[in-house]
């Protein structure tokens, strides 16, 4: 009997990926244009930069690297999401509150889900930034609304029993064989896949006067990746070849300033939504055409992970800037952007580590000396120990960040919202946090501050152990 070929988790994921990147590419047409200025940003950066250029992901990974974004109803539909990603080792990673990340509130709840493991990474890092509505909120939805909705998406099935059956197979497997993985692949791509149902005008109509994102999620009967990000080496140059060609984006990248320092956290940027055709059954009966917003282009640059410290003095530091930067032109808010940097930042990776804001891993290069990157050796701790040895072939490398940041989620929410909609700041929302989170998974929730954390630790103990000295 010949032997079947096996997938892997991992090749499960790469292989989705890649699907869901041809099914979206198909479909909406600025997004291959946006793959194509990627491409060109990505190989022009590395042709000037060399080996430095790869400090933060092999070009492999960065090239094959997407996100994208699912929005979904009710505990029973992200517990079966969390089954299907879990199929392909991807593991729910953070929690983030939308309802009130800014001024631009939406009335969702969000986890990512995503490989946690350094190798696992390394092979394929796709995740997905999975949002939940929360028809309990009081600010959003009177008790007649969230009586209607539960009703609405009780009824519904956003993936059916085949898809979850290969899903769980895959995960107490391992993996799946070759004919499986095919099916399994092509289900899960579909269930993400826009449907052309006919959508009930009436009650549509009703949640988008909330929320367009509650239309989104709760008005129709099904489910749809709603961006598919690719990873950009250079954000700043791909705005000015996408604005160069005549699209339109947002008016400014989301995150922290362009500077001379190192890169931190995520900086992301998108067009809006273009208008597809739809059809709504209007509450005569009739079937007519119209247009839908829910589709649209993101892109993002990935910079070092900090720690708890570090995200504290982003978040001080982006306040610090909302407030100096009110009423001033984007160019006036990019200064000043770049001089609250300057205070809180030191403009170098190790300077960084050493002041306990980012999260930087030890490495042993290859080479006598630095290893090819711009690797920083030793630092200010005292002699004898990891930090402060001397030896030559000890580098520090950074961290990449896997995650969102909600503050640009947020923002990113507002890419395919037409309409302001309405919130109740008078009425108390539903208490949800990563503990109802994990409940509603079934499934550990996990810190990713423990996750980087974990990283450096292990790397720390690895190269202490290969060059025998203590790791202290
Ligand atoms: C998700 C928005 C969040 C990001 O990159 O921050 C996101 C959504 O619009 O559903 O994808
Ligand atoms: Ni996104």
Redesign the pocket.
């Known amino acids: 009997m010949s032997q079947e070929k096996f997938l892997e988790p991992w090749q499960l994921r790469a292989a989705f990926a890649r699907s869901l990147s041809d099914m979206y590419g198909k479909e909406v047409p600025a997004y291959t244009a946006l793959l194509e200025v990627s491409h060109e940003v990505n190989a022009d950066f590395v042709a000037a930069y060399g080996a430095d250029a790869e400090r933060l992901g092999s070009i492999d990974r960065v090239t094959a690297e997407r996100?994208g974004?699912?929005?979904v109803g009710t505990p029973t539909e992200i517990a079966q999401v969390a089954r299907i990603f879990g199929a392909m080792g991807m593991r729910p990673v953070g929690f983030y509150d939308l309802r009130d990340a800014s001024s631009s509130s939406v009335p969702v709840i969000?986890t990512a889900f995503r490989p946690i493991d350094r190798d696992e990474l390394a092979r394929n890092p796709f995740r997905v930034?999975t949002?939940m509505l929360v028809p309990g909120d009081r600010r959003f939805f009177t008790r007649d609304q969230e009586r209607r909705l539960d009703e609405f998406l009780g009824a519904r099935r956003l993936f059916g029993p085949e898809l979850l059956r290969l899903a769980d197979r895959a995960e107490t497997e391992g993996g799946l064989p070759a004919a499986d993985a095919t099916e399994f692949l092509r289900l899960a791509t579909e269930a993400f896949e826009l449907s052309r149902e006919p959508v009930d005008q009436a009650w549509y109509r009703e949640l988008e006067a909330v929320s367009a994102?509650a239309a989104d999620i709760g008005g129709v009967t099904s489910t749809h990746v709603?961006?598919l990000?690719p990873r950009v080496l250079d954000i700043d140059d791909l705005y000015a070849r996408m604005t160069a060609r005549g699209i339109t984006m947002i008016p400014a990248i989301q995150g922290p300033p362009r500077w001379e320092g190192p890169d931190v956290l995520l900086r992301?940027t998108s067009f809006r939504a273009l208008a597809e055709p739809r059809t709504f059954r209007t509450p005569d009966g009739q079937v007519v055409e119209d247009s839908l917003r829910v589709r649209f282009g993101?892109v993002?640059a990935r910079g070092i992970a900090l720690t708890r410290e570090g995200r504290a003095a982003y978040d001080t530091a982006v306040a610090q800037l909302d407030e100096r930067a009110a009423g001033v032109t984007e160019a006036e808010r990019q200064a000043i952007g770049r001089e609250i940097w300057q205070r809180t930042f030191p403009d170098t990776e190790a300077a960084l580590a050493d002041q306990g804001l980012g999260y930087l891993t030890y490495e042993l290069s290859d080479e006598h000396g630095d290893g090819g990157g711009a690797g920083h050796h030793g630092s200010s701790e005292g002699p004898g120990t990891l930090a402060g040895t001397r030896a030559p072939r000890v580098v520090r490398a950074p961290v990449v960040y896997e995650d969102?940041?909600p503050r640009?989620?947020a923002g990113?929410?507002q890419?395919?919202l037409t309409e302001e909609g309405a919130k109740d700041a008078g009425q108390t929302g539903a208490k949800r946090d990563d503990d109802w989170m994990a409940g509603a998974l079934d499934r550990e929730l996990h810190d990713p501050f423990e996750l980087y954390a974990r990283q450096v630790e292990r790397s720390r103990r690895a190269t202490a152990e290969t060059l025998g000295v203590d790791p202290e």
């Open positions: 996100h974004a699912i929005r969000s930034f949002s994102v709603n961006h990000t992301q993101e993002e969102f940041l640009s989620a990113i929410f890419s395919n």
